[in-house]
C-alpha cells in the first residue's frame, strides 16, 4: 500500500497511485513490444481511482486492439515521448502503467498469487520465463470471457530453445 509516484523522462507528467495493483501482467505481445520498443511490458493494473496525474497533462494515442476491437487509450507526454498508462474501453474501472515510469520501479512485488506472463507464445527469443508463475499462450481469458489454463514451469524456461507452450 502507500503513495508511489512516476513520471515521464522530461518530468512534465507526473502521477501517483495510492493502492498496490491489483495484478501484475508481463506481456509478451507484439503490440507491447512495438509500443515499448522492448521484449516485453510490465504491466501493473489498478483501479483507475487509485491512479492520479498530480502535474501536467498526458497526451492520448488510441489504438484499436487487433484481438478485441476495442479501443487501448495510451497516455504519453507529449513533450518527451514516455508512455505513462493505457486505459481501456473493453476494462473501463482499470488502467495499466508502463511499469518502468515508477521512480522506484522495484516497489511491485512481481510473484505471488497476483502476476502472470502473457502472450508467451509471442515471445522474444533468449527470454527467460520464471518458473511458479501462471502463464498464457495469448490471453488468460477469451474474448467471450473464458478463461484459459495457464502453464506453470517448474524452472527457468528460456524461450525458443524447446516448447514454451
Ligand atoms: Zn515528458
Ligand atoms: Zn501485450
Known amino acids: 500500500m502507500g503513495v508511489h ?3 515521464c523522462l522530461c ?3 507526473r502521477y501517483e497511485t495510492i493502492a498496490d495493483p491489483l ?3 508481463t506481456c509478451h505481445c507484439h503490440f507491447c ?3 515499448t520498443g522492448s521484449a516485453y511490458m510490465v ?3 489498478f483501479r483507475v481511482v487509485d491512479l492520479r496525474v498530480t502535474r501536467g497533462r498526458s497526451s492520448i494515442y488510441d489504438h484499436r486492439s487487433e484481438g478485441s476491437g476495442k479501443l487501448v487509450h495510451i497516455h504519453f507526454c507529449a513533450s518527451c515521448g514516455t508512455k505513462l498508462y493505457m486505459t481501456f474501453e473493453r476494462f473501463e474501472a482499470s488502467c495499466g502503467v508502463y511499469a518502468g515510469t515508477f521512480d522506484d520501479p522495484n516497489w511491485l512485488q512481481i510473484g505471488g498469487g497476483n502476476a ?3 502472450f508467451i507464445e509471442a515471445a522474444r527469443h ?3 520465463l520464471p518458473p511458479g508463475i501462471p502463464t498464457f499462450l495469448q490471453h488468460a481469458m477469451t474474448n467471450d470471457g473464458t478463461p ?3 502453464v506453470i514451469f517448474e524452472k527457468p524456461r528460456v524461450v525458443g530453445k524447446g516448447r514454451t507452450g
Open 5 to 7: 509516484k512516476g513520471g
Open 11 to 13: 518530468g512534465r507528467v
Open 23 to 25: 495484478r501484475v501482467t
Open 33 to 35: 513490444q512495438r509500443a
Open 43 to 45: 504491466e501493473p493494473i
Open 116 to 118: 502472470k506472463h502473457i
Open 126 to 128: 533468449e527470454t527467460i
Open 148 to 150: 484459459q489454463e495457464p
